[in-house]
């Protein structure tokens, strides 16, 4: 098989590709570098440049390359971008979807991966949420990431093609310090960037109902993320492959904003006390995985704990912020 993983150049396509590659998949990837850094993918993978809104390019890239199979992570992730520009969300999450979906029909491709999210859920007041929880975007982002699964399905079905979608939970490190995230929108590059700065980190409020007051959230290593793609991708992979999954990708586990501030002040030596200030709107007091399923399905179960995803996720940032 032959698979084109699209946003191949970004944080966590970057780290898919690599695992893939290692583990002896052909592989190339698509990235119009509006986010990503070609220097990120191996040697060994070539990369188009180019938009996954194109549909002319995707049956190009098909054709010449013999695509077998397709592993979409490009898109918009950042949620406040996604309130103030919704319209774009749309159009390239699932409007560049379906372009995306098309041609795939039309190349006879018969195996996909979606890159969805945990924003699908919304904020459910469950313990662990399971991928029976109900889903309840609250934002625009996680809308399109919902719509995005139902397209995949529909399509899957209509057209004969086997899928998977990952619901990922709170992504964070880096398997080598150059292949780490450089944007700085979810917490542990947020904190990284006060200590820089030499400021205390934040804590959103402290009064949740949780056991000591911040939210929980469920952090899930990138390197094991991106095994947890190898793993569908072999699935596809298999003469029985068929139908369409859906799978929750996070560690199972817990962590405070209180717990993961502490880690980063032992890992970084920078224990200054943080400030705590009002709960920002739309934050759930607890969101964590049931990973059962996953484990089920794919055979798969993160392995990397919290502090081993600091560490990496530091050294990535020493690596593009320097100090
Ligand atoms: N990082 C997270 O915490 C997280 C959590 C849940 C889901 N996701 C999803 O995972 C996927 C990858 O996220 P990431 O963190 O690696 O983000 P990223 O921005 O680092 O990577 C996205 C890549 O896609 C490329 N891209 C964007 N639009 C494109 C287009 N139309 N055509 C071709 N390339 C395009 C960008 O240049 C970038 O290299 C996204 O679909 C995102 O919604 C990420």
Same mark, same amino acid.
Request: overall charge negative; hydrophobic content about 40%.
């Given at each position: 098989?032959? /698979?084109?993983? *699209?946003?191949?150049?970004?944080?966590?396509?970057?780290?898919?590709?690599?695992?893939?590659?290692?583990?002896?998949?052909?592989?190339?990837?698509?990235? +119009?570098?509006?986010?990503?850094?070609?220097?990120?993918?191996?040697?060994?993978?070539?990369?188009?440049?180019?938009?996954?809104?194109?549909?002319?390019?995707?049956?190009?890239?098909?054709?010449?390359?013999?695509?077998?199979?397709?592993?979409?992570?490009?898109?918009?992730? !950042?949620?406040?971008?996604?309130?103030? !520009?919704?319209?774009?969300?749309?159009?390239? %999450?699932?409007?560049?979807?379906?372009?995306?979906?098309?041609?795939?029909?039309?190349?006879?491709?018969?195996?996909?991966?979606?890159?969805?999210?945990?924003?699908?859920?919304? %904020?459910?007041?469950?313990?662990?949420?399971?991928?029976?929880?109900?889903?309840?975007?609250? %934002?625009?982002?996680?809308? *399109?990431?919902?719509?995005?699964? /139902?397209?995949?399905?529909?399509?899957? !079905?209509?057209?004969?093609?086997?899928?998977?979608?990952?619901?990922?939970? %709170?992504?964070?490190?880096?398997?080598?310090?150059?292949?780490?995230?450089?944007?700085?929108?979810?917490?542990?590059?947020?904190? =990284? +960037?006060?200590?820089?700065?030499?400021?205390?980190?934040?804590? =959103?409020?402290?009064?949740?109902?949780?056991?000591?007051?911040?939210?929980?959230?469920?952090?899930?290593?990138?390197? +094991?993320?991106?095994?947890?793609?190898?793993?569908?991708?072999?699935?596809?992979?298999?003469?029985?492959?068929?139908?369409?999954?859906?799978?929750?990708?996070?560690?199972?586990?817990?962590?405070?904003?209180?717990?993961?501030?502490?880690?980063?002040? +032992?890992?970084?030596?920078?224990?200054? *006390?943080?400030?705590?200030?009002?709960?920002?709107?739309?934050?759930?007091?607890?969101?964590?995985?049931?990973?059962?399923?996953?484990?089920?399905?794919?055979? /798969?179960?993160?392995?990397?704990?919290?502090?081993?995803?600091?560490?990496?996720? /530091?050294?990535?940032? !020493?690596?593009?912020?320097?100090?």
């Amino acid at each position: 098989m032959t /698979w084109l993983i *699209t946003g191949g150049a970004g944080y966590i396509g970057a780290h898919v590709a690599r695992v893939m590659t290692d583990a002896g998949e052909r592989v190339l990837a698509l990235d +119009d570098l509006s986010a990503g850094y070609p220097a990120r993918l191996p040697a060994e993978v070539p990369l188009v440049r180019g938009s996954s809104l194109d549909g002319d390019l995707l049956k190009r890239v098909f054709a010449e390359h013999e695509v077998t199979g397709v592993v979409h992570l490009a898109a918009r992730k !950042q949620v406040a971008e996604s309130v103030a !520009q919704p319209t774009r969300y749309y159009r390239e %999450n699932v409007g560049g979807l379906a372009t995306l979906l098309d041609a795939v029909a039309e190349a006879g491709i018969r195996r996909l991966l979606f890159s969805s999210s945990a924003a699908v859920y919304g %904020n459910p007041d469950v313990d662990l949420i399971t991928e029976r929880t109900p889903c309840a975007p609250v %934002n625009p982002y996680g809308e *399109t990431k919902l719509a995005g699964e /139902w397209l995949v399905r529909a399509a899957g !079905q209509a057209h004969g093609i086997a899928t998977v979608c990952l619901r990922y939970f %709170n992504v964070a490190g880096a398997a080598a310090p150059e292949l780490a995230d450089t944007g700085v929108f979810n917490i542990v590059p947020m904190v =990284f +960037d006060r200590l820089t700065r030499d400021e205390a980190p934040r804590i =959103f409020g402290d009064d949740y109902p949780t056991p000591d007051g911040t939210c929980v959230r469920d952090y899930i290593h990138v390197a +094991d993320l991106a095994e947890a793609h190898l793993a569908a991708v072999r699935r596809l992979s298999s003469a029985d492959a068929g139908g369409d999954l859906t799978l929750n990708i996070g560690s199972g586990e817990g962590v405070s904003v209180r717990e993961l501030i502490e880690v980063i002040g +032992d890992v970084t030596g920078d224990r200054r *006390t943080p400030l705590v200030e009002g709960r920002r709107p739309g934050d759930a007091p607890r969101a964590v995985a049931s990973a059962e399923l996953a484990a089920r399905e794919l055979g /798969w179960t993160a392995r990397r704990g919290v502090r081993e995803m600091v560490e990496s996720a /530091w050294r990535g940032w !020493q690596h593009h912020h320097g100090g």
